[in-house]
Antibody
Framework: EVQLVESGGGLVQPGGSLRLSCAASGFTFSSYWMFWVRQAPGKGLEWVANINQDGSAKNYVESVKGRFTISRDNAKNSVFLQMNSLRAEDTAVYYC????????????WGQGNLVTVSS | DIQMTQSPSTLSASVGDRVTITCRASQSISRWLAWYQQKPGKAPKFLIYKASSLESGVPSRFSGSGSGTEFTLTISSLQPDDFATYYCLQYSTYPLTFGGGTKVEIK
């Protein structure tokens, strides 16, 4: 059974940093692109970042470029999202997700982890 | 960026109704469109990929159609478990973009 379990969320002040982790199990982690998608309270879904199988290719939504960094550790079946210079508008539930095959789309999602940016 | 416009934003329906949700892309995405169902406090659930292919385990009352810029998700006979919010996703071009969502409510 595919499982994605996020951790590392919480309350942080504007300008602060937070690192999200996602532990994967139930599939060959190193064979899949991995994604982070977020959902602000009461709002829709927004793709944030993704990373290819060996970490050599990464993509980001414009609003987080230069502030967020996605990475992965295939030996530990984990993907990470380092979030720096956080803003109030980054407040959201962050989902870790798997990309089906190489052509997509997202098929499995984690349970989500709330990040709140507030003073 | 490709904008995805879903309509309606809210839909009131009864059990047994046929329901159709539309998703329009600001430019052609061929058939690179997926549909998801989300219930409050839960992660989205994958329903359909490549516009019309049903994910394994998804009930056959769900179907998708379309190509290019206009797509539809149809629920042939609405069941109590189907009351939720539905999102489309284009995965043709970065940045990947979602529609704004359609909330299916009990009439």
């Amino acid at each position: 059974e595919v499982q994605l379990v996020e951790s590392g969320g919480g309350l942080v002040q504007p300008g602060g940093s937070l690192r999200l982790s996602c532990a994967a199990s139930g599939f060959t982690f190193s064979s899949y692109w991995m994604f982070w998608v977020r959902q602000a309270p009461g709002k829709g879904l927004e793709w944030v970042a993704n990373i290819n199988q060996d970490g050599s290719a990464k993509n980001y939504v414009e609003s987080v470029k230069g502030r967020f960094t996605i990475s992965r550790d295939n030996a530990k079946n984990s993907v990470f999202l380092q979030m720096n210079s956080l803003r109030a508008e980054d407040t959201a539930v962050y989902y870790c997700a798997r990309y089906y095959d190489n052509s997509g789309p997202i098929d499995y999602w984690g349970q989500g982890n709330l990040v709140t940016v507030s003073s | 960026d490709i904008q995805m416009t879903q309509s309606p934003s809210t839909l009131s329906a009864s059990v047994g109704d046929r329901v159709t949700i539309t998703c329009r892309a600001s430019q052609s995405i061929s058939r690179w469109l997926a549909w998801y169902q989300q219930k409050p406090g839960k992660a989205p659930k994958f329903l359909i990929y490549k516009a019309s292919s049903l994910e394994s385990g998804v009930p056959s009352r769900f179907s998708g159609s379309g190509s290019g810029t206009e797509f539809t998700l149809t629920i042939s006979s609405l069941q109590p478990d189907d009351f939720a919010t539905y999102y489309c996703l284009q995965y043709s071009t970065y940045p990947l973009t979602f529609g704004g969502g359609t909330k299916v409510e009990i009439k």
